[in-house]
């Protein structure tokens, strides 16, 4: 089972951004996700992407406990989770999003960690 809560505050299209983005910010919306701030501390996430199956631990404050990367978190690691993005430079801060890339901060790595596009996010505890 995924993990979708229902938003009542549904996005209207900004006259100021693109099409495009407005169309991406709409999308992500229908297909799903959870903004880290509207979880309990402690909550456990499996995130399955395109690659991989991640275990997110929230710890707030954008905080979180990840593993499930051979190379980057192959046993839970602290990290600051940044949001999600479609690819680009555009992010929706502090989301975990169906259909996106979760970008986040490993404190051995100068540059964020992006993953392959999430497929599922279930909560788990």
């Not at 890339?101 to 993953?115: A, K, Q, S, W, Y």
Request: include cysteine.
């Amino acid at each position: 089972m995924s993990y979708a809560p229902f938003k009542t505050d549904l996005f209207i299209p900004h006259p100021h951004l693109c099409d495009e983005i407005n169309r991406a910010i709409i999308r992500s919306e229908i297909e799903g996700g959870v903004y880290l701030e509207d979880l309990e501390r402690d909550c456990i996430l499996e995130i399955r992407t395109q690659n991989r199956l991640y275990r997110l631990v929230n710890r707030g404050d954008g905080d979180a406990v990840i593993e499930g990367h051979p190379e980057f978190c192959p046993t839970p690691v602290l990290v600051k989770i940044h949001g999600s993005s479609w690819g680009g430079s555009m992010l929706k801060v502090a989301f975990v999003g169906r259909g996106m890339h979760l970008e986040f901060r490993h404190p051995g790595f100068n540059r964020p960690i992006v993953t392959s596009r999430i497929v599922e996010i279930r909560q788990v505890a």
